[in-house]
Nanobody, 119 residues
Framework: QVQLVESGGGLVQPGGSLRLSCAASGNIGSINRMGWYRQAPGKQRELVAT???????NYADSVNGRFTISRRDAENTMYLQMNSLKPEDTAVYYC?????????????WGQGTQVTVSS
């Protein structure tokens, strides 16, 4: 079994910053692609950013230049540094990872962490 746990969400004023973390635990052989997604009330879940095991990154246009995704493979951890936050960034943020465990690849999700940007 593999578990992804997000942390770091909260309430922040517009223009502020937050850093999200995602820690993977369990019987992990390796982790390929990792990513952050978000879902605002009444909207579909959308991609925020992804990072491959080689460090290649991809960002949604709406966050490009403001958010930075990174990972620390030795600790099976991924981060999302969010700067210049806007009210429209308010959403539940989910961690996603493609994990090799017990002989197969698993596309796993965390439980989500709430980010609220409001004055």
């Amino acid at each position: 079994q593999v578990q992804l746990v997000e942390s770091g969400g909260g309430l922040v004023q517009p223009g502020g910053s937050l850093r999200l973390s995602c820690a993977a635990s369990g019987n992990i052989g390796s982790i390929n692609r990792m990513g952050w997604y978000r879902q605002a009330p009444g909207k579909q879940r959308e991609l925020v950013a992804t990072i491959t095991n080689l460090g290649s990154t991809n960002y949604a246009d709406s966050v490009n230049g403001r958010f930075t995704i990174s990972r620390r493979d030795a600790e099976n951890t991924m981060y999302l540094q969010m700067n210049s936050l806007k009210p429209e960034d308010t959403a539940v943020y989910y961690c996603n990872a493609l994990v090799f465990s017990d002989g197969s690849w698993i596309n796993d999700w965390g439980q989500g962490t709430q980010v609220t940007v409001s004055s």
